[in-house]
């Protein structure tokens, strides 16, 4: 499995998405998890970060819109992302912040105003 992330899509200012990762035990199993995005002609940021004992960190640009959870039983991550801007417009990626793994593809979050 290594690193899949899923749920993006293309919704209006305003709306909101629910996004999934699903992770190999080996990344996942005892270590902080994080989402990260890469804006077009941007780079790749950190956005929101959930430890193993679920203490959370967030990017000031989301605080507040923006709730990142993990399902320890499942290997799972997940970013709710509500009050979507344009500028969220990105590829949502989700990895370890501690021991990077290779990245998987990403899913495209696309906000329209």
């Known amino acids: 499995v290594q690193l899949q992330a899923s749920g993006g899509g293309l919704v209006q200012a305003g709306g909101s998405l629910r996004l999934s990762c699903a992770a190999s035990?080996?990344?996942?199993?005892?270590?902080?998890m994080g989402w990260y995005r890469r804006a077009p002609g941007k780079q790749r940021e950190l956005v929101a970060t959930?430890?193993?004992?679920?203490?959370?960190n967030y990017v000031n640009s989301v605080k507040g819109r923006f709730t990142i959870s993990r399902d320890n039983a499942k290997n799972a991550v997940y970013l709710q992302m509500n009050s979507l801007k344009p500028e969220d417009t990105a590829v949502y990626y989700c990895?370890?912040?501690?021991?990077?793994?290779?990245w998987g593809q990403g899913t495209q979050v696309t906000v329209s105003s």
């Open positions: 035990g080996s990344i996942f199993s005892g270590n902080a």
């Open positions: 959930i430890t193993s004992d679920y203490s959370t």
């Open positions: 990895n370890a912040p501690c021991r990077l793994s290779p």
